[in-house]
């Protein structure tokens, strides 16, 4: 059963922007603390950014920082991430995942929901 999905990955020039989209078909994104996660190639999975129901977020990868923007649209049960100034390094699968527990989110543990991914390469 799909509860959590993410879209708009894709290539992307170096430079590029892109937004990502976590939507959650059956069940309001209000009450959970939602974390964007990315895996790069053969390397393991590192939160980028949770965001809290009262719309506080805190950003964990050092090498997305001033470039990532965050919003919800509580009507369409979507969190949005908009990846700017894109580089190679940034190449990998986004998942967004949602939590109960805030705490849980930067270690991606407890996660009552993940998404499937969505592939960003960045490439010339």
């Known amino acids: 059963q799909l509860m959590l999905a993410e879209s708009g990955g894709g290539l992307v020039r170096p430079g590029g922007s892109l937004t990502l989209s976590c939507w959650a078909p059956?069940?309001?994104?209000?009450?959970?603390?939602i974390g964007w996660f990315r895996q790069a190639p053969e390397k393991e999975r590192e939160a980028v950014v949770c965001v809290n129901t009262d719309g506080s977020s805190t950003n964990y990868l050092k090498s997305l920082a001033g470039r990532i923007t965050i919003s919800r649209d509580t009507a369409k049960h979507t969190v949005f991430l908009q990846l700017d100034s894109l580089n190679a390094e940034d190449t990998g699968v986004y998942y967004c995942?949602?939590?109960?527990?805030?705490?849980?989110?930067?270690?991606?543990?407890?996660?009552?929901?993940w998404g499937q991914g969505t592939q960003v390469t960045v490439s010339s």
């Open positions: 059956k069940f309001s994104l209000d009450y959970y603390t």
């Open positions: 995942a949602s939590f109960v527990n805030p705490s849980m989110c930067p270690r991606g543990l407890s996660a009552a929901y």
